[in-house]
């Protein structure tokens, strides 16, 4: 009885309330809305969910040297490895967890249709100047997901390049397009899994040799035809719909980085 003189008193406070403020009452549990996406609980090695999918998209350019994040929804090592080396970038109390330090920063970086601060849809669909992520092999909104993914590695290689603008030259190519520019039959710009960069403050083989660390398993910077103003830098490990297989594959023989795996 009690509880429901309190609830209805509750009720009655909150609709003598103008909307905002009827907003807040009724939103009390939760900290944080963001316009993007929240996180409610904690993520940490053993959870998964859909949760630890939406971190997974954000932390995968914290992979470390020549490996990559599984888009999977489970929180193993490998995902916690790149949220530690997400918080030290970012100066967080780096324990591998995701808690409230981690959130807050990403709700920083991450624009209200959950792009990173740095790069847009509209900068990586520019492959002949737009098509609305049409024209590929997949569909829009999924050529639109690897390109989600693809900008927040590039957002961890501009941080770990000293927080400097990088240009996306290319990214999303419809199949017109890129035979328009002479791209390779299956290339990783038709997927929207590869970006051309080129930068004002990094040399480009610092930008290719760095890209090493930050999930990119696809890499051609100088020296390899055709890539001497620009660094091209892919996902084709994680690329199921292409023809090549899974494998990190990259050349910028005058950056000493080797035709091979070097
Ligand atoms: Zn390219």
């Not at 490996?67 to 490998?78: F, H, L, Q, S, T």
């Not at 899994?193 to 930008?207: E, F, M």
Request: charged fraction near 20%; charge should be positive.
């Amino acid at each position: 009885m009690r509880v429901n003189t309190l609830k209805r008193v509750a009720v009655a406070f909150a609709l003598a309330l103008p909307g905002a403020a009827i907003a807040s009452v009724v939103a009390a549990p939760a900290a944080y809305a963001d316009g993007c996406y929240t996180w409610n609980r904690n993520l940490y090695q053993g959870r998964s969910g859909d949760d630890v999918r939406q971190l997974q998209i954000r932390v995968a350019g914290w992979a470390g040297s020549r490996d990559i994040v599984e888009n999977d929804g489970r929180y193993g090592p490998k995902t916690a490895a790149a949220v530690k080396r997400f918080q030290q970038a970012y100066g967080l109390r780096a324990d591998g967890i995701a808690g409230p330090q981690t959130y807050a920063k990403l709700y920083q970086l991450q624009d209200n249709d959950c792009t990173p601060a740095h790069f847009s849809y509209n900068e990586l669909d520019n492959g002949c100047g737009g098509s609305g992520y049409s024209g590929g092999p997949l569909s829009a909104a999924q050529t639109k997901q690897n390109a989600l993914r693809t900008m927040w590695k590039l957002e961890a290689l501009r941080k770990s390049l000293g927080d400097k603008p990088l240009n996306v030259t290319s990214g999303f190519r419809s199949r017109a397009c890129n035979n328009q520019v002479g791209g390779a039959s299956d290339s990783q710009h038709l997927y929207g899994h590869a970006a051309d960069v080129t930068s004002r403050t990094s040399s480009l083989c610092t930008v290719a040799r760095d890209a090493r660390n930050h999930g990119f398993s696809g890499i051609y910077g100088p020296g390899y035809p055709d890539h001497d103003d620009h660094v091209h830098v892919d996902s084709r490990r994680e690329n199921n719909s292409d023809s090549s297989s899974n494998t990190t594959n990259w050349s910028a023989p005058d950056c000493g980085i080797g035709a091979g795996n070097d």
